[in-house]
């Protein structure tokens, strides 16, 4: 990390008489691919295969030059993370697998130390690192069962009966979030953004997650505990940015 930093500081510091003072206004779009990270999936084997699974990060960002390169970013986004999983049981095709899916939706507010290349330059890099405040806005599980029993699930984890009073997921995660890349500067006041997008949360699930490990067994919760989860985010942050200078 040291080294990393180093690098970070020594690659920008070239730059930093040219960056413009004053507030920077801005769109963006991350598409990206997402994890649920937890011990206890892994562990399932071929009652829990991770499928790929893709969510995105979009909303409105502020940010503001307090001195020459430096700066802090924010906003407000809508983040949509989740997991899909397939079972991958012997001699059963793919299509007849049982197929699972959690969809969260959080209102994210970062807040990220920024720095700026050149603005008179045609290009210049644009790098982001600091930490973000996620909200959950929305929790959705889905089974799909192709056995026997057929026993399909669709369900609202936050208004559903019986499980809007639990505490499946935390209605509130910290995370850190990693950005950098270049801009494509259209003129010295407006610049078309392109950075590779890593992020990641601490546990986001509560003490009633096990009610839906690996389904919505509700008999299963007194006889089990379920090690931290975790929720991870890599993409490409695309992003039109306007800065008003303040001299």
């Known amino acids: 990390m040291r080294k990393l930093t180093l690098f970070v500081l020594a690659l920008f510091a070239a730059n930093l008489s040219f960056a413009q003072k004053g507030i920077e206004v801005g769109l963006e779009f991350t598409p ?13 084997g071929d009652d829990l295969n991770f499928r790929g699974t893709f969510g995105f990060n979009t909303g409105l960002s502020l940010g503001y030059n307090f001195n020459d390169g430096i700066g802090i970013s924010s906003g407000i986004l ?10 991958d049981y012997a001699s059963v095709s793919k299509a007849n697998q049982n197929t699972f899916e959690r969809q969260l939706g959080y209102i ?4 990220l130390l920024k720095f700026n290349g050149d603005p008179t330059a045609s290009s210049s890099s644009y790098f982001r690192i600091g930490p973000h405040f996620d909200f959950l806005r929305s929790a959705r599980y889905t089974y799909d069962d192709k056995s026997l029993f057929n026993i399909d699930s669709d369900i609202n984890l936050l208004k559903d009966a019986p499980y809007d ?6 209605k ?6 990693l950005e950098f890349g270049g801009s494509a500067n259209i003129n010295e006041y407006l610049k078309l953004t392109f950075m590779l997008h890593m992020s990641g949360n601490l546990n986001s699930e509560d003490l009633d997650a096990v009610i839906i490990y690996p389904r919505d067994i509700i008999l299963q919760a007194p006889f089990f ?10 993409g490409i942050n695309v992003g039109f940015r306007y800065t008003i200078v303040m001299e």
Request: charged share 15%; glycine share 8%.
């Open 172 to 177: 509130f995660v910290f995370g850190v979030t």
């Open 78 to 87: 809508f983040s949509r993370q989740g997991q899909n999983y397939i079972t």
């Open 108 to 111: 994210r507010v970062p807040l």
């Open 32 to 44: 990206a691919v997402t994890f649920v990270l937890n011990d206890n999936d892994f562990a399932e």
């Open 165 to 170: 009073g639990l505490s499946i997921y935390n």
């Open 225 to 234: 505990e379920r090690a931290p989860t975790y929720n991870v985010m890599g």
